[in-house]
């Protein structure tokens, strides 16, 4: 690989940099549509299973509004990129970051056969998207991760999974204009953005 190539095999997770430690420090999450699919408000801020953690960036914006977040990840190069940046953001100067890492546990194992056993409040589903036509507009770190899980195949049976465990509510973000999953109920409700919606499940 040439030093101008990007490394796509490689996952990093760094919660002080980039374009997630911009939205934190902007107060991005308070107010957003994942807050507010998710049910957070002034005073209030449910314990969340984030069943698809992944690089943990919608964990840690949720953990950042003062959820308690447990995220759960199957695949272990990811599971190790997460520890190893939860482990570091927990010692970080910046203390609004040690913060929200400190309310983020990660749990190693399929969130399919896991959830059950959680009797989990909330829980947010974030899958792999279908591919977009246009790879080369999808940004290095999802390249990076889709070449390290792939295509989450098993979408319906973790949504399944997820609606018969939660007591108050599922939140599934998916992209706005792509149709559900075959055999995904319709959703109670949901919040839209341009290019990704959160279909909120309310049980
Ligand atoms: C699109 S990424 C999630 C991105 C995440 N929301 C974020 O903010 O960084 C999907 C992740 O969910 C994980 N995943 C998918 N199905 C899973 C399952 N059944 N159990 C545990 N992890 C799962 C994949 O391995 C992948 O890392």
Redesign the pocket.
Known sequence: MSASEPDVLGVRVDFSAGAIAARLRRGEGRGGALARAVGVKPGRAPAVVD?????????LLLASLGCEVTL????GV?QAALAAAICEARAAADAMLAEAAARMRLVRG???DLLAGMAPHTVLL???HPERGNSALVKLPMRQ?RAA?GD?E?KAA?IAAALAAASHRVVL?WPAKVPLPRGVPVPGYSIGGRTTRFDVFVR
């Open positions: 069943a698809t953690a992944g690089l943990g960036r919608d964990a759960i990840e199957r695949v990811v399929d969130a399919i974030d899958p792999m991760l899980v989450d098993d973790l973000k």
